[in-house]
């Protein structure tokens, strides 16, 4: 059974920094892309950023966080974070790690972590 686990979200001021960790365990044959996704109150679930693990791990950002966050994946290619710096009170919402992987069990599909709060206030 595949499992997403994240961590480090949390409270920060405007301004702030705060680093997001994911992590796809369990049986799996092959990740091929990563990403977050984020879910304000009131407001639909949307794509912050997404990376390709299998392959030249291209990079897609939304517009309102371009320059400001950064996706990378860790060496073992079935972990990914998101460096957010410059945080804004806009970017508070639940933050969701997201696989598209194949599994000998599931198979292919997209998996979702159980989503981490980020909290940008003063």
């Known amino acids: 059974q595949v499992q997403l686990v994240e961590s480090g979200g949390g409270l920060v001021q405007p301004g702030g920094s705060l680093r997001l960790s994911c992590t796809a365990s369990?049986?799996?044959?092959?990740?091929?892309?990563m990403g977050w996704y984020r879910q304000a109150p009131g407001k639909q679930r949307e794509l912050v950023a997404a990376i390709l693990i299998s392959g030249g791990g291209s990079t897609n950002y939304a517009d309102s966080v371009k320059g400001r966050f950064t996706i990378s994946r860790g060496d073992a290619k079935n972990t990914v974070y998101l460096q957010m710096n410059s945080l804004k009170p806009e970017d508070t919402a639940v933050y969701y790690c997201?696989?598209?992987?194949?599994?000998?069990?599931?198979?292919?599909?997209?998996?979702w972590g159980q989503g981490t709060q980020v909290t940008v206030s003063s």
């Open positions: 369990g049986s799996i044959f092959n990740v091929y892309a």
């Open positions: 997201n696989a598209h992987l194949r599994a000998p069990v599931d198979g292919m599909g997209h998996y």
